[in-house]
């Protein structure tokens, strides 16, 4: 089955810096990818996927990145900001199992 | 409803007993996963429900775990005998149709403590 790894596990930037959270997986036949972001008490929530067909997306500050033949996925978040902070978690699956990653504390500091 | 519906949102229970936990799928999603969140740890699958199909229990740790789903809609997932490293928030989640890269929507989660 699907294993994803993430890392780092904790990461704490400056308000207005870049933030980047990267994920391996297992499975060469995942082609969906999502990252959902989880606040303290709070339920997660998608905020950006991204398709085996596609390389690159972007959202405003947020990108996700795919690399299939190197089986890696990263997301970027730009000029950060204090309501970034969150746990992350990004996700693998080819059929309509998500697996996710073990999330990554994202702090960002005024 | 306009959301995922979980029931309790919180639950304390004795070493030993049995619960049960309840979740309401979004309306219309035939999709419904449920995963477990130890405290300050990732989203563990438990079990999976696609409309009529067996559901993928790959997931579920132990015997005493067992959920089901009556009518296509609403689930329970209940835990026998419980143990204090049962002690975790269980999400539950739905999506619209069967097929990867449908996006899941989580509930609020049921906080369950044993002592």
């Known amino acids: 089955g699907e294993n994803v790894e993430q890392h780092p596990s904790t990461l704490s930037v400056q308000e207005g810096d870049s933030a980047v959270i990267k994920c391996t997986y297992s499975?060469?036949?995942?082609?969906?990818f999502p990252w959902y972001k989880q606040e303290l008490g709070k339920r997660p929530q998608l905020i950006i996927d991204i398709r085996s067909n596609v390389g690159e997306k972007k959202d405003q500050r947020i990108a996700v990145t795919l690399n299939k033949t190197a089986k890696h996925f990263s997301l970027h978040i730009t000029e950060t900001q204090p309501e970034d902070s969150a746990v992350y978690f990004c996700?693998?699956?080819?059929?309509?199992?998500?697996?996710f990653g073990t999330g990554t504390r994202l702090q960002v500091f005024p | 409803g306009a959301g995922v519906s979980q029931s309790p949102s919180n639950k304390v229970t004795e070493k030993g007993k049995d619960v049960e936990l309840r979740c309401d799928p979004i309306?219309?999603?035939?999709?419904l996963y449920w995963y477990r969140q130890s405290l300050g740890q990732g989203l563990e699958f438990l079990i999976y429900?696609?409309?009529?199909?067996?559901?993928?229990k790959s997931g579920l740790p132990s015997d005493r775990f067992s959920a089901e789903r009556t009518g296509g809609s609403v689930s329970t997932l209940t835990i026998q005998r419980t143990q204090q490293e049962d002690s975790a928030v269980y999400l539950c989640a739905s999506s619209l149709v069967r097929g990867s890269g449908n996006t899941i929507y989580f509930g609020e989660g049921s906080w369950l403590t044993v002592v």
């Open positions: 499975d060469s036949a995942s082609n969906y």
């Open positions: 996700a693998a699956t080819p059929t309509d199992k998500l697996i």
């Open positions: 429900f696609q409309g009529n199909s067996a559901p993928d």
């Open positions: 309306s219309g999603h035939t999709a």
